[in-house]
């Protein structure tokens, strides 16, 4: 029998939705069982010396939190979701590692219960949600209790910019203020609002206004990120819908009509911002399990 898990990469904040809306995008990690019955977790993989082989690696982490006493294997982890760039490495670790135990564990968990797992143990659900569940998440974490809806998001391409460094999501929220305004309290969520409705109705060129009109964290994360400005303005000038930034950073994403792809490359390569641009598209069905 052989088992394998494959979670998406995910987007999460859109703009306004800090902590609570999220994407699920097409770059994934895939989880193998090469082994099972063996004396201790080895977890094969070539994703960096700082990426534990053993127990430690998250994902093998994750699964004994759920059962501890679960049998050893042997996994081949593979993975083309970038590290700590904004595109939910550690959450898809995370999804995985509960989807393992679920079956290892025999659990039967429900995505429903998954979810509620995950986001107790990420601490907000913009990337598990959306990890577990595909397509777009809008999500809370209510007095313990996980709420959320998943929601068609319009068909649009998303490029991403992935520079070539990395930005620790704690570093990115270390600058957000312990404070807000009242007033802009009151905006910034009058405008999540207002993104969530014009996403449901699929009027692009609203939600990219919306989407570029966050409050909450890119005003203060901008300066961690210096070419995020710079794609946003550049996007305006090719006619993209909108840039934002993709997580806590450094990712950004634009959304753009494919006609336009092009144009934008060309442009942000002459302004010298020349890592890595990847076409993604909305992953529509989550994280699965394939038992053969
Ligand atoms: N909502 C989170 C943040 C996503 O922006 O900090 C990254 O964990």
């Given at each position: 029998m052989s088992v394998k898990i494959i979670v998406p990469a995910t987007s999460a904040n859109i703009g306004p939705g800090f902590d609570s809306l999220g994407l699920a995008v097409t770059s994934y990690l895939t989880v193998t069982v090469?082994?099972?019955?063996?004396d201790a977790w080895y977890v094969d993989h070539n994703?960096?010396?700082?990426?534990?082989?053993?127990?430690?690696?998250l994902i093998v982490k994750t699964a004994l939190e759920l059962v501890p006493d679960l049998q050893p294997l042997t996994v081949k982890v593979e993975s083309?979701?970038?590290?700590?760039?904004?595109?939910?490495s550690s959450s898809s670790a995370i999804v995985a590692g509960l989807m393992l135990a679920n079956h290892f564990g025999n659990l039967n968990l429900s995505k429903q219960e998954l979810v509620q797992r995950a986001t107790e143990i990420e601490g907000h659900p913009d990337n598990v949600a959306p990890a577990i569940l595909g397509d777009f998440v809008v999500a809370t974490y209510l007095d313990g209790e996980i709420m959320y809806e998943k929601i068609s998001f319009p068909d649009v391409s998303l490029l991403a910019y992935i520079p070539d460094y990395w930005l620790a999501t704690k570093k990115s929220r270390g600058v957000l203020p312990a404070n807000l305004d009242f007033k802009d309290a009151v905006r910034a969520n009058a405008i999540g609002n207002a993104l969530v409705a014009k996403i449901v109705s699929g009027n692009k060129k609203d939600m990219g206004k919306l989407m570029e009109a966050d409050l909450l964290h890119e005003p203060y994360r901008d300066k961690l990120v210096p070419h995020f400005l710079k794609l946003r303005y550049l996007g305006h000038e090719v006619g993209a819908f909108a840039t934002y930034l993709s997580g806590a950073g450094p990712t950004t994403m634009t959304l753009i009509e494919k006609d336009k792809i092009d144009e934008f490359i060309k442009v942000a390569q002459e302004s010298g911002l020349n890592d890595e641009y990847r076409l993604l598209e909305v992953d529509r069905n989550g994280a699965r399990i394939e038992v053969e």
């Open positions: 090469v082994e099972e019955n063996v994703l960096g010396e700082k990426i534990p082989h053993d127990e430690e690696n083309d979701i970038p590290l700590t760039r904004g595109l939910g």
